[in-house]
């Protein structure tokens, strides 16, 4: 009981010499890699650098006891920072006290969100949000994260919640961009593009191996940092209107408290349900992936808990909400992190970031953090998705279309919801007209193929229908009438055969419009049987009395019922024609 609450038991038995060298050695990239970016996220989301810094550390080694993925990085990341700034936003001015209050409270309440789901091991409601959604919902994430870091880039204030309010303000602020700044944006978003595909070809050519080469490439970013840094000082820029990080205060993270207050609770639930669910999904996608290519598993209910403990550790340390994230996730991987305590000791490393580095950052360019924000969220921009889902499902290109519109025109929170009911309704949608299908014998088998597709032996007496779904009261009625419609269309019918090889249950719904079913065929003379029903299935209908009223059989095979009623016309033989003579034997 201990090991599945606490993975950290499992794996710390084999801990040894050489996982110690792995995770430490992952521990020193990642660490280099996340400094940058907790500052850029902490940004993005309207609070102060630190804080992207203080949500790296405790959330990092709550992951290492609780987690169950050897190499997910846990940090700040850019969609949830951007619905952190969506929903603070909503309750305070961004910089004021207030608004660190909310986002600590949403780390809070995220966090306990997530436990209790895990405790109560309810991660399938994850599967609420179809694939479609999610890659609608982080792409138009990503454009709109790109596009408020223009302003940084440019040197202008310009705000803004929706896509076409953030064009409009960077449109009316293009006579006042800051040239100094624009100096040191635009080359730091080109070197920071170029470093994630050039950077290791070049240095192969130099000589390194490609392991050694790919490490190398993902420094970037601090390259980029010190350059800057180093430009605003030799050459004053902070004086001529370059905006700079300024002080960082130095030191490990302060104890703090979420909110009581009920009336912010009631605010920020529901925001802070949605980062909950979109963080879990985003992470446990990244663990699966990863441990699948090392034959390894993750427990998503255990995932829960271990995300939840992250959030709480961020809000009990003066962070914001953190989730898995996929680049610096990836990086650890190959890196060669063996266990959960690489996390570890990189909080270790950003710690020490946090006592001794930070006066190092003052002069830190917002543009270069800027840069960083948008060469990296702009790979969340998928182009692709939507052509596949075009030639592929229409529904589904559509839930994927209204995310993108809904959360560009109305915000994330909206977005995120409307790709959840438009999902639900698409859902609801089609399990209210399941595939049926008319079939008939393919001849010279025992096999039964839909009528439209091949060329099968059917009986003008004989009605065999194959059902590919569960009956339930989205469907029954719809059922009911299909059957009813194609029964009135053949005046000689005499038999229905229901083949419910793909039926896996049959509510009470579904067994009133089967009873209604087969009332309606014997006033009209016409019996109706059962075929190839599951286990199950037959047991629930056994509960019943239909089975007792069923005006026809229960066949265990297609074939048999076939075979059965193929001369049941319902009339007198006709000798000259026998069974054989049809083909039917």
């Not at 593009?193 to 993902?218: C, I, N, S």
């Not at 820029?237 to 960082?248: C, D, P, Q, T, Y």
């Not at 037959?538 to 007792?548: G, I, N, P, Q, V």
Request: with cysteine; proline share 6%; net charge neutral.
């Amino acid at each position: 009981m201990l090991q599945r609450y606490f993975p950290i038991l499992e794996w710390g038995r084999t801990y040894d010499r050489p996982a110690l060298t792995s995770d430490l050695m992952a521990a020193v990239i990642v660490t280099i890699m996340l400094i940058p970016q907790s500052l850029a996220y902490a940004m993005l989301a309207g609070l102060p650098p630190v804080v992207g810094l203080y949500a790296s550390i405790l959330p990092l080694i709550a992951y290492a006891l609780f987690g169950t993925s050897r190499t997910l990085a846990v940090g700040p990341v850019a969609v949830i920072s951007l619905m952190t700034a969506s929903a603070a936003g909503a309750v305070a001015a961004p910089g004021s006290v207030e608004y660190l209050e909310a986002a600590i409270t949403l780390a809070a309440l995220s966090g306990v969100m997530l436990a209790v789901l895990g405790l109560l091991r309810l991660g399938f409601l994850a599967n609420l949000l179809s694939h479609p959604v999610i890659s609608g919902f982080i792409s138009a994430s990503g454009i709109l994260i790109a596009t408020s870091q223009i302003k940084h880039i440019l040197g202008v204030t310009a705000g803004g919640e929706t896509w076409p309010e953030m064009l409009a303000a960077l449109a009316g602020a293009m006579g006042n961009i800051n040239l100094p700044t624009l100096a040191i944006g635009i080359p730091a978003s080109l070197f920071l593009f170029w470093v994630r595909k050039g950077a290791k070809p070049a240095l192969m050519k130099l000589g390194l191996g490609p392991r050694a080469a790919e490490m190398t490439a993902k420094a970037g970013p601090v390259l980029a940092v010190a350059v800057t840094i180093l430009a605003v000082i030799a050459f004053g820029l902070e004086a001529r209107g370059v905006s700079v990080v300024g002080a960082i205060p130095s030191g490990l993270p302060p104890f703090a408290l979420p909110s009581t207050d009920l009336a912010l609770i009631e605010v920020l639930w529901v925001p802070a349900l949605l980062i909950s669910i979109i963080g879990f999904v985003e992470s446990v996608s990244v663990a699966q992936t990863l441990a699948a290519k090392r034959r390894q598993r993750i427990a998503p209910d255990q995932e829960l808990i271990g995300l939840g403990a992250s959030n709480i550790a961020a809000a009990l340390s003066g962070g914001y909400p953190v989730t898995g994230g996929f680049a610096r996730s990836v990086v650890n991987f190959d890196a060669g992190a063996q266990t959960p305590a690489a996390g570890a000791y990189t909080a270790v490393g950003i710690a020490l970031a946090s006592l001794f580095l930070t006066p190092l950052l003052f002069n830190l360019p917002n543009a270069t953090l800027a840069a960083t924000i948008i060469v990296a969220v702009l790979s969340l921009v998928d182009l692709k998705t939507p052509g596949r889902l075009w030639a592929y499902s229409k529904a589904d290109f559509a839930a994927h279309a209204v995310t993108i519109a809904i959360t560009l025109l109305a915000g994330v929170e909206l977005g995120v919801i409307a790709g959840v009911a438009v999902g639900l309704l698409l859902y609801l949608w089609r399990a209210s007209r399941p595939h049926a299908a008319i079939v008939g014998r393919v001849p010279g088998t025992e096999h039964f193929r839909n009528v439209e597709r091949h060329q099968v032996l059917t009986l003008p007496h004989l009605l065999s229908i194959r059902i590919d779904e569960s009956l339930t009261y989205l469907n029954a009625r719809w059922l009911e009438e299909y059957v009813l419609e194609q029964v009135a269309e053949r005046p000689p019918l005499r038999h229905v055969i229901l083949m419910c090889s793909a039926v896996n249950a049959i509510d009470a719904s579904g067994l009133e419009s089967l009873e209604a079913i087969n009332h309606r065929l014997a006033d009209g003379g016409v019996k109706l049987h059962l075929s190839e029903v599951k286990g199950p299935v037959m047991d629930r209908l056994k509960r019943a009395h239909f089975l007792d009223d069923l005006s026809g059989k229960v066949f265990l095979s297609q074939n048999k019922a076939f075979g059965d009623l193929a001369n049941d016309t319902g009339e007198a033989p006709d000798a000259d024609d026998p069974m054989e003579a049809r083909g039917l034997i």
